[in-house]
C-alpha cells in the first residue's frame, strides 16, 4: 500500500513570498491532518480534515495560511506572506477514520520550509 | 487540558544497552497514549500505543511501554539498543479531538 506522499521535500524562499505544499493521502483514508513541526519540537496539528471538511483548524494562523481539500482526497496548505518564523517542517498524516483520539496516524516524509 | 512531557531531549546508550525513554502525560479523561518514531528526513512512524485493556504494550522493533496510571507515565524500552534504533522518539496523548505531541527525545547508539 502506498503512504502519504507529500510535494516538495524542500522549499526555500524569502519573506513576504507565498509557497504551497501538497499532500495525497494514503487511499480510502477518510482523515487528513497538516502539522508544523518546529526544529527542536513536537508537530503541532494545524488543521484537521475529515473528507471534504475541516473538523479543526484552532490553531492555523488564518490571516496567512489557508488550506483545502477538495473531493475528500489530497489536500494543499500555503502560507501568504510568509514570515521568518514559519521556517519548519510540515507533516500531512492520514487516518482511516474519524477516531483521532484512538486512530493511528501515517505520516508522510514532510516538506522543509526555509524562509530567509 | 492534556499535555505530554519527555524527561530528557537527548539519551545516549551503548549499542546492546537498556533503552528508558521516559514519558508522563496529564489527562484528565482516560488517556490514549502513543509512542512515535522519526528518522532522519522521513515523517514519524507509529512505534506503539495503548487504548485500553493489557497496560502493558508491546510495539515494533522490539519496543514495549507500559501504562501506569498511579505514576502517569508511559515510560518506553527495548532491552537491548542496536545501532538502527538511532532516532527521535516521539511521546503523545490523545486529547478528545487531537493528538498532542511531546518535545521529542533524541536517541544516540553508540558502537
Known amino acids: 500500500e502506498a503512504g502519504v506522499a507529500q510535494s516538495p521535500r524542500y522549499k526555500i524562499i524569502e519573506k513576504r513570498q507565498s509557497v504551497a505544499f501538497w499532500c495525497n493521502p494514503i487511499?480510502?483514508?477518510?482523515?487528513l491532518y497538516w502539522y508544523q513541526q518546529i526544529l527542536g519540537q513536537g508537530p503541532k496539528l494545524l488543521i484537521q480534515f475529515q473528507n471534504n471538511g475541516v473538523v479543526d483548524d484552532s490553531q492555523l494562523p488564518k490571516d496567512r495560511f489557508s488550506a483545502e481539500r477538495l473531493k475528500g482526497v489530497d489536500s494543499t496548505l500555503k502560507i501568504q506572506p510568509a514570515k521568518l518564523e514559519d521556517s519548519a517542517v510540515y507533516l500531512c498524516?492520514?487516518?482511516?477514520?474519524?477516531?483521532?483520539?484512538?486512530?493511528?496516524?501515517?505520516f508522510g516524509p514532510g516538506t522543509r520550509l526555509t524562509v530567509l | 487540558a492534556q499535555s505530554v512531557t519527555q524527561l530528557g531531549s537527548h539519551v545516549s546508550v551503548s549499542e546492546g544497552a537498556l533503552v528508558l525513554l521516559r514519558c508522563n502525560y496529564s489527562?484528565?479523561?482516560?488517556?490514549?497514549l502513543f509512542w512515535y518514531v522519526q528518522y532522519p528526513n522521513q515523517g514519524l512512524q507509529l512505534l506503539l500505543k495503548y487504548t485500553t485493556g493489557a497496560t502493558l504494550v508491546k510495539g515494533i522493533n522490539g519496543f514495549e511501554a507500559e501504562f501506569k496510571k498511579s505514576e502517569t507515565s508511559f515510560h518506553l524500552t527495548k532491552p537491548s539498543a542496536h545501532m538502527s534504533d538511532a532516532a527521535e522518539y516521539f511521546c503523545?496523548?490523545?486529547?478528545?479531538?487531537?493528538?498532542?505531541f511531546g518535545t521529542g527525545t533524541r536517541l544516540q547508539v553508540f558502537p
Open positions: 498524516a492520514s487516518s482511516p477514520g474519524g477516531h483521532t483520539r484512538t486512530d493511528t496516524q501515517y
Open positions: 489527562s484528565s479523561v482516560p488517556p490514549y
Open positions: 487511499s480510502g483514508h477518510a482523515t
Open positions: 503523545a496523548v490523545g486529547n478528545t479531538d487531537k493528538l498532542i
